[in-house]
């Protein structure tokens, strides 16, 4: 498969597998803010997601962020979600993925304001994450 490093053949079943690196972005933080503004959790297509979104949306579990259970096609943040658009913790930076799977995090984590273009939402997105709610 050439000189590519994220790329091999499994030697079993012949199977190309891809490794993928994803970074924490504006549009995965946007994403995650509907998804606390629906009440912390809710289906995609009640979200009102643009495109991007809606094809992104689904990141959000490999940086702890939110998850679904798979029944009804419901999302829901976690604590760790919340926590962070209240600015009270730091997520890994990016995180390499393999088959749907996290393989690796990075050791860069970083806080919902050095995600670039979010710090104009940081104290609005603050107030209202830190607002108790149902699962507090």
């Not at 996290?102 to 104009?120: A, H, L, M, P, R």
Request: hydrophobic share 35%; charged share 20%; glycine share 6%.
């Amino acid at each position: 498969m050439g000189n590519k490093s994220n790329v091999y053949l499994c030697p079993t079943c012949g199977q190309k597998v891809v490794s993928y690196k994803h970074n924490l972005n504006k549009t995965l933080v946007s994403c995650l803010k509907k998804l606390y503004m629906a009440g912390g959790h809710s289906r995609l297509d009640k979200l009102q997601l643009d495109n991007t979104q809606f094809t992104n949306f689904q990141k959000l579990r490999y940086f702890g962020l939110a998850f679904t259970t798979g029944q009804h096609g419901e999302w829901h943040i976690t604590n760790t979600g919340r926590a962070f658009l209240a600015g009270r913790v730091q997520v890994s930076q990016h995180v390499i993925t393999r088959n749907a799977l996290v393989i690796q995090k990075s050791v860069e984590q970083v806080y919902i304001q050095d995600i670039k273009d979010c710090v104009s939402y940081k104290v609005e997105w603050q107030e209202q994450a830190s607002q108790p709610t149902l699962f507090d």
